[in-house]
């Protein structure tokens, strides 16, 4: 009985080691079945290759730590800023420059805490949740004005103009790169300020030479006079460049003081600029077609979007081909509700813009080639022979406080008109883009507009 018994819990043991054995050998072939192909280490038994296989794991782990390491020293000393948050928004890692930016004293301080509570930005939060919810990069600028208590930290640091760069990470983090622009804004402020002051000491000497200018005129006689008029219409280039050059820093400088916003219908005010400009078209014999609705009004600044029309009016008139036409369209864009944009066309039947030339055509002084840049006698040459190309364009803008001189003669182009309208348009909230229209291949000016009905102030 005894030896029965012996034997019977000798083979319930053997069935429990044979049982374990198979099960060990089994999770060994799964861990082995992960590892990487080894043809040298197929012939040596299983254990042995899963000690090497843990090996070869611990050198490649320590591996990607050294690259870590490295890339996050590359990081540290990087001349942007970095930081990288989890799902829930919590700081994981920045580096030294995004301290410095967000005046993080404490490092251990900014490690598994809300975002927001390490950097009170509301705009970096909300690139942050723009980035996790549309899966895809993303950029903003903003200004960051730093939360400090006392006076002489806030003697120390400064508001900063920051733009961040996003970019989706896996399980919903999030990494952001900072850009410190705070130099840059300062340097264009600077840089419209020198240009402000010298244009505003140019005006009087200039004025000067005009009015000798045209003394001179009156009491020459030909061919003296003929110098006294080449004299007299480069002065009043140079005139209207410094006041083109005003204009434009002072709309870039604070787009909302430089309107003066009010209720007018805005067909009316398209065909006044026409009117201003016909008798230039006349000499062309060009047509001018409106089609769009009679009576639209909204709010804006007249004078503003006065210069805007008469300078693309001008434009068009300049490089039309004689017994052609003009056209402008408005057309409200429909919407879910009432129509919250409305969208202007004008084009003519030139010879358009070069296909270079297009994304730079709102730049101040662009030139696609040097013969765009022109005086007045080029002007008149095209009135007598106007089938220049369109690479000799060059935009000017009439004056809007003298429009019977805009009617009756033309000034050489600052070469700033298109710049200036820009700023116009998105000083009024809209947007201006430049094609080639499909249909007459001519220069085609396309704007749109806010727009909100309200209650003209003029018929």
């Known amino acids: 009985m005894a030896l029965v018994a012996f034997f019977l819990g000798l083979a319930l043991g053997l069935g429990v080691f044979l049982s374990q054995r198979l099960l060990l050998n089994r999770q060994l072939q799964r861990l082995l079945a992960i590892l990487p192909d080894d043809d040298i280490g197929d012939s040596l038994p299983s254990l ?18 050294v690259q870590l390491q490295l890339w996050r020293q590359l990081l540290q000393v990087a001349p942007i800023g970095y930081l990288q948050v989890d799902e829930e928004n919590q700081l994981l890692w920045c580096n030294e420059q995004t301290r410095q930016l967000f005046n993080i004293q404490n490092r251990e301080s900014e490690r598994s805490r809300l975002l927001l509570k390490v950097v009170r930005s509301f705009e970096l939060d909300e690139l942050i949740e723009q980035t996790r919810h549309q899966q895809q990069p993303c950029q903003c600028e903003w200004v960051f004005h730093p939360a400090i208590s006392d006076a002489e930290g806030m003697s120390r640091q ?20 900072l850009e410190n622009r705070q130099d840059l ?15 505003h000491e140019l005006r009087t000497p200039l004025t000067s030479i005009r009015l000798v200018a045209e003394a001179l005129q009156q009491r020459l006689e030909p061919p003296m006079q003929t110098w006294a008029e080449r004299l007299l219409l480069e002065t009043n280039r140079l005139i209207k460049l410094v ?23 805005l067909p009316v005010l398209i065909q006044s600029a026409w009117l201003t400009l016909e008798p230039l078209a006349k000499q062309k014999q060009l047509d001018f077609v409106y089609s769009g609705p009679d009576r ?53 039947s030139g010879q358009g813009f070069p296909e270079a030339d297009l994304p730079h055509v709102f730049e101040r002084l662009y030139r696609g080639e040097p013969s765009r840049s022109r005086s007045v006698s080029d002007y008149q040459k095209d009135t007598a022979n106007p089938a220049g190309t369109a690479s000799d364009r060059k935009f000017q803008q009439p004056s809007s406080s003298n429009t019977q001189t805009a009617a009756t003669s033309v000034s050489a182009g600052s070469g700033l008109g298109l710049a200036i309208v820009r700023q116009i348009v998105l000083a009024h909230g809209g ?25 003209a102030g003029r018929s």
């Open 243 to 265: 006041q083109d050059w005003l204009d434009l820093i002072q709309i870039e400088a604070d787009p909302s003081k430089s309107l003066t916003s009010r209720p007018l219908e």
């Open 158 to 177: 400064r508001s900063t103009t920051l733009r961040g760069y996003s970019w989706p990470l896996p399980d919903g983090q999030v990494g952001v790169f």
């Open 48 to 65: 042995v290759r899963l000690r090497r296989s843990i090996v070869q794991a611990n050198m490649e782990r320590q591996q990607l730590e």
């Open 296 to 348: 639209l009004a909204l709010s804006a600044d007249e004078s503003r979007l006065t210069q805007v029309f008469l300078n693309l009016f001008d434009n068009s008139i300049r490089y039309s081909p004689p017994q052609s036409t003009i056209q402008a369209k408005i057309a409200l864009l429909p919407s879910e509700s009432a129509p919250t944009s409305l969208q202007i066309d004008i084009f003519d």
């Open 431 to 455: 947007s201006i883009t430049a094609h080639n229209h499909p249909e007459t291949g001519g220069a085609w000016l396309q704007i749109h507009l806010p727009y909100e009905e309200v209650t």
């Open 185 to 199: 804004v300062t340097l264009a402020h600077s840089r419209n300020r020198w240009v402000t002051d010298l244009t």
